[in-house]
């Protein structure tokens, strides 16, 4: 198909998926989900990091397509909303990494092993293991890429509290995870 008909093509599907065909928004995501995956593969460097932020991305499309005004703007705006879930993928990964370094950091009381960051069930039950509080911090710092700032307003306590939560539950952790490996 040429240039032209297929820009009108997707024109077309755009406007009828604003408009709520089910069928025309199907046919959108059939013709552009294999280039928006191609462009996350460039950008992460892995498959199924890409797929992970295209499929977060479809669905900022989905509730973003009413308010697509110009039909012709949805390839650019598409690959925006794919370019910044990529960097929210790559930002939670390098979370997840900075989460089990400081891990690693807090002082050894049992453990003669480091915690390695592939023991990702053993986390994820040590940190269902912390308090409440505790265990919000963790998640919104860590794993929603909040400032410590933000996640003070997240909680309603103060900045101060919020990083005694993070320590605590750091430290915490790291006994969980001691316990586990002896």
Same mark, same amino acid.
């Given at each position: 198909?040429?240039?032209?008909?297929?820009?009108?093509?997707?024109?077309?599907?755009? %406007?009828? =998926?604003? !408009?709520?065909? +089910? $069928?025309?928004? *199907? @046919?959108?995501?059939?013709?552009?989900? #294999?280039?928006?995956?191609?462009?996350?593969?460039?950008?992460?460097?892995?498959?199924?990091?890409?797929?992970?932020?295209?499929?977060?991305?479809?669905?900022?499309?989905?509730?973003?397509?009413?308010?697509?005004?110009?039909?012709?703007?949805?390839?650019?705006?598409?690959?925006?909303?794919?370019?910044?879930?990529?960097?929210?993928?790559?930002?939670?990964?390098?979370?997840?990494? %900075?989460? =089990?370094? !400081?891990?690693? +950091? $807090?002082?050894? *009381? @049992?453990?003669?092993?480091?915690?390695? #960051?592939?023991?990702?069930?053993?986390?994820?039950?040590?940190?269902?293991?912390?308090?409440?509080?505790?265990?919000?911090?963790?998640?919104?710092?860590?794993?929603?890429?909040?400032?410590?700032?933000?996640?003070?307003?997240?909680?309603?306590?103060?900045?101060?509290?919020?990083?005694?939560?993070?320590?605590?539950?750091?430290?915490?952790?790291?006994?969980?995870?001691?316990?586990?490996?002896?």
């Amino acid at each position: 198909m040429n240039s032209d008909k297929a820009r009108l093509l997707n024109a077309y599907l755009v %406007a009828s =998926a604003r !408009a709520g065909s +089910r $069928e025309a928004f *199907e @046919r959108l995501a059939a013709n552009w989900h #294999p280039r928006l995956l191609a462009h996350a593969v460039r950008l992460t460097g892995e498959r199924e990091t890409a797929r992970d932020a295209v499929q977060v991305a479809w669905g900022e499309i989905v509730r973003g397509l009413g308010g697509l005004r110009d039909e012709q703007a949805f390839a650019a705006w598409a690959y925006r909303i794919v370019t910044r879930s990529c960097a929210g993928e790559i930002k939670g990964k390098v979370r997840r990494r %900075a989460l =089990a370094a !400081a891990v690693k +950091r $807090e002082p050894m *009381e @049992r453990c003669t092993e480091p915690v390695e #960051p592939s023991e990702g069930d053993a986390l994820r039950r040590a940190i269902r293991a912390l308090p409440a509080g505790e265990r919000a911090a963790i998640a919104l710092y860590h794993f929603e890429e909040m400032s410590v700032a933000q996640t003070a307003v997240a909680l309603n306590v103060p900045v101060g509290t919020a990083k005694t939560r993070l320590m605590n539950a750091r430290r915490k952790l790291r006994k969980l995870l001691e316990g586990e490996m002896q």
